[in-house]
């Protein structure tokens, strides 16, 4: 099946949920004990996942599914969320912001490892 068809309709979603996953990052940001939305993050990486393991977009499945890992250790208690969890966190947003800039762009997820 050609996917390139439903590629503008993930960019446009991937979108939505990365501003979203934005704003609570920053809240989060200013309040590590607020975990009321590490949920929300959680959904939003899960979401990111499951689209783009459909389109075959690698780079955004993989990491996607790496932020779940990590939210699920402090969502079990295995992890505390403190400046360094958020900044990974940031980190992870910037690199799916760039990836769906590229896709975008190029069609392609571009050379961020």
Not at 40 to 52: D, N, Q, V
Request: net charge negative; glycine share 8%.
């Amino acid at each position: 099946m050609d996917m390139s068809q439903y590629l503008e309709i993930f960019i446009d979603e991937s979108k939505e949920h990365l501003q979203t996953m934005n704003e609570i990052l920053l809240v989060l940001e200013g309040d590590v004990d607020n975990l009321s939305h590490l949920g929300e993050i959680f959904r939003i990486a899960h979401t990111l996942k499951g689209m783009s393991g459909t389109m075959g977009f690698t780079k955004v499945a993989d990491l996607t599914h790496k932020m779940e890992n990590v939210l699920d250790m402090v969502r079990n208690g295995v992890l505390k969320v403190d400046s360094n969890i958020v900044d990974v966190l940031f980190e992870c947003f910037d690199a799916l912001e760039e990836y769906i800039e590229n896709l975008e762009k190029t069609g392609k997820e571009g050379d961020l490892d």
